[in-house]
Nanobody
Framework: QLELLASGGGFVQPRGSLRLPCAAS????????RKWFRQVPEKEREEVSC????????YYAESAKGRFTISRDNAENTVYLQMNSLKVEDPAVYYC??????????????WGQGTQVTVSS
């Protein structure tokens, strides 16, 4: 059974940093691209970042470019979202997701539970 477990959320002050791990089980690393989304109440879920399983290429939303970094540890089947220079507009529930695709196009097939990120002074 495929499972994703996101963690690492919490409270941070503006310009602070957080790292969100997403541990996966129930599937092999190859052939599954990994994504991070975020959602705030009454807004659509936003895709924040993706890392391809084919070549490790990455995608970032404009809001994340230059501040967030997605990476993966294949041995641990874990993907990380390093978030630096957090802003007051970044708070959301962050979700990790995956899809049986070598590349980032398309919609996720599996979702983990969310982890709350709060940014406030």
């Amino acid at each position: 059974q495929l499972e994703l477990l996101a963690s690492g959320g919490g409270f941070v002050q503006p310009r602070g940093s957080l790292r969100l791990p997403c541990a996966a089980s129930g599937f092999t690393v190859g052939g599954y691209s990994r994504k991070w989304f975020r959602q705030v109440p009454e807004k659509e879920r936003e895709e924040v970042s993706c890392i391809s399983s084919a070549d490790g290429s990455t995608y970032y939303a404009e809001s994340a470019k230059g501040r967030f970094t997605i990476s993966r540890d294949n041995a641990e089947n874990t993907v990380y979202l390093q978030m630096n220079s957090l802003k007051v507009e970044d708070p959301a529930v962050y979700y990790c997701a995956t899809q049986p695709s070598y590349y980032c196009e398309g919609d996720p097939a599996y979702w983990g539970q969310g982890t709350q990120v709060t940014v406030s002074s």
